[in-house]
């Protein structure tokens, strides 16, 4: 079979499966309905960066057939091509990195990441945005998003100064989120709780960025702890019909073995 290795390829294969003879699904996608198997696909190379080279060799295939996919329906439109993407984006690079494309310096990381800043407000697609804060993607994670949010903030001041402080805020928002849930009206104490709780998970992010921990990554680890530990219980007993403290004492189990 022929060995592809060029963009130009897939490119075509794409073009092929879009055009009069090609395959009825391709031909029907557009840019909304590819948008959340774009997004699944995105996550699925962060998994695969986890697993392994092999899967990552994959996946990161899987998710430029996407970008392909949306450039040649772009180019239908008769709005931008995939010569025009690359093109953005090497612009971009170049004018981002002038301590290596134009004169030669040396700086450090953090100076890197604020020289970025400044150049991106100079851009167009930067220069109507009134708030530090826009910008941030609606559709980010919740996590990420409040992660973000607050280093945005950060950057122009609107920071604690000691973790000691988040500590304490974080014990405040615990206090008014169990003054929520012992509420008498079931409807007051449901609404109050919603609000409590996500004050508290923004302030538990608060906590992780001055921990220097990304919330995200966390909350992964401890899902897949919880996952290992509920199967080996699963593999132990009959979990439905076992004891609350037979399953407590295989769940110990499976911590001891960690």
């Known amino acids: 079979m022929k060995k592809f290795e060029k963009l130009e390829d897939l490119i075509k294969i794409v073009e092929i499966l879009r055009g009069e003879n090609g395959c009825p699904w391709d031909r029907k996608q557009t840019r ?154 079931n409807d007051e104490k449901k609404e109050k709780s919603k609000e409590e709780l996500g004050d508290l998970l923004f302030t538990l992010v608060n906590l992780g960025r001055f921990l220097k921990v990304d919330s995200t990554d966390a909350l992964n680890r401890t899902i897949q702890k919880f996952n290992r530990r509920f199967r080996y219980v699963e593999d132990s007993c009959n979990i439905k019909e076992a004891t609350l403290e037979e399953i407590d004492n295989l769940w110990n189990e499976a911590k001891s073995k960690e």
């Open 32 to 185: 909304e309905s590819l948008k959340y198997p774009f997004l699944e696909e995105a996550y699925e190379v962060l998994e695969a960066i986890d697993l392994g080279k092999n899967q990552l060799e994959e996946e990161l295939g899987d998710l430029l057939l996407h970008i392909v996919f949306q450039s040649v329906i772009s180019k239908e439109k008769k709005e931008f091509s995939m010569e025009g993407v690359i093109n953005e984006i090497c612009t971009k690079l170049v004018r981002r990195h002038p301590h290596v494309f134009k004169e030669k310096t040396d700086i450090s990381t953090e100076e890197v990441a604020a020289n970025w800043e400044e150049i991106k407000k100079t851009e167009k697609n930067h220069l109507d945005r009134k708030s530090v804060l826009d910008g941030i993607p609606v559709a980010l994670p919740a996590l990420m998003k409040a992660e973000k949010i607050q280093k945005k903030a950060a950057d122009v001041g609107f920071d604690w100064e000691k973790i000691e402080e988040v500590m304490d805020k974080v014990e405040e928002e615990l206090k008014e989120l169990k003054e929520a849930i012992n509420l008498e009206k």
